[in-house]
């Protein structure tokens, strides 16, 4: 356990726990993406090579959680395509980490949050994409962000929003997703060697953090106005991905 924490500092520990208690409240009360709220804050802290594994870490954990008392209202009917298709590409987003410049790779996420923010604020109507062979293609691009840059929920969060299912069909469909792809590209990662000690030392030290997240996302859900709260995150994406792409260029 002492070899665990090592090479942990626990300032930035503070600040991780901070930030994935931050990003567990807004997928509670908003509904949408912890990765892409905790990704843009914690690359500046610990580049994207420590970011990546340990925000997959923390999603398969909370969307554990969350579904551990609906398992058996589970289904992959929906979602079997985007599943398998994300399953092939993400061990290729992996190896773009080991190959791409960090700068580059941060514009690029920084550019994804800000389309990501922007496309929600958006009044467009939903194309309903009624052939399944949109999920083969929604997936292949899921898995590629989601092996990059931990952020595979957009793309999937997209097609999920013109299937025009019912909500309690949409959460199952989107934890399901989650759960699995989440579980087999840590496998992918860990035998890529980005599953190191000191990111799993990291991710110990946030789980009370994660709980503390649900318990207080659980309290706000009743409270704040849900669509102002959303609008709120979607505002901060947008900076946080501003400040991204500003800190390649100055």
Sequence with gaps: MALIFENVELQIALLIGLTLLVATVVVRVSGFGSSVVAMPILVPLITLAGASPLVNLFGVTNHGLL????????????????????????PFGIWLTFVVAESTMRLILGTICILYALYNFSTLPQPKLVSPYWGW?????????SGAFNVGGVPTVIFADTQNWEPERFRLNMFTYFLITGALALVSRYIAGQITLRIIGYWLLAIPFLFLGLLLGRILANLVNR????????????????????????
């Design 67 to 90: 579904i551990a008392r609906r398992w058996r209202n589970l289904k992959i009917d929906d979602m079997w395509r985007n599943i398998v298709a994300a399953v092939i590409t993400t």
């Design 227 to 250: 669509q102002r709260f959303r609008q709120l995150v979607l505002l901060l994406l947008i900076i946080l991905g501003g400040r991204l792409i500003w800190g390649v260029f100055f």
């Design 137 to 145: 293609g929604f997936g292949l691009i899921a898995g590629v962000f």
